[in-house]
């Protein structure tokens, strides 16, 4: 029988499937584009795979006591961050590189994590995840799902059929 922490770590890895189907559709696209729909700009979606590398990192690694990782260009991926030009974001390859290294590490981590470990307060500071280790990680599965929602619509504005 799994543990629960084995449980999370499966559905935290079957969600970044779901995202790696949606950025292999996207694969031949402009990752750098800005969609403007009703007059609201789009992240694009180097963006995006930036930000899940930098938020895996902090929900699961940082918040559960993990092997946190810090790197330069995290801080422009974060919510509320100035959005940086192309020109200034890190290459592709570094990011994607990034990107697998944490969920790596995100995964081991969640399978080896004691049970109550998962009581352990919230330390993210953002309470509206919730009070525990749990809620952030749960909080981590439910907000990459969010994200490839926006990489499915991106997917229909550059016309890349997904299904």
């Not at 584009?33 to 992240?43: A, D, I, Q, T």
């Not at 919730?130 to 490839?148: K, L, M, P």
Request: aromatic residues 10%; proline residues 6%; hydrophobic residues 40%.
């Amino acid at each position: 029988m799994p543990t629960e922490t084995e449980v999370l770590a499966h559905m935290l890895d079957r969600t970044r499937q779901y995202t790696l189907f949606y950025f292999e559709k996207l694969k031949d696209q402009d990752l750098h584009r800005r969609f403007v729909c009703e007059g609201k700009e789009l992240n694009s979606a180097f963006w995006i795979m930036a930000h899940l590398a930098t938020s895996e990192n902090g929900l699961i690694l940082m918040a559960s006591g993990g092997p946190f990782e810090k790197f330069s260009w995290a801080k422009h991926f974060t919510v509320g961050s100035t959005i940086i030009s192309p020109n200034d974001c890190p290459p592709f390859n570094e990011v994607m590189d990034m990107f697998q290294k944490v969920h790596e590490r995100a995964l081991a981590h969640l399978r080896n994590l004691p049970p109550e470990a998962l009581e352990l307060p919230n330390k993210t500071g953002i309470p509206s995840i919730g009070n525990t280790v749990r809620d952030v990680i749960t909080h981590a599965i439910r907000h990459e799902g969010s994200h490839i929602g926006h990489l499915g619509w991106l997917c229909k504005l550059y016309g890349v059929h997904t299904m």
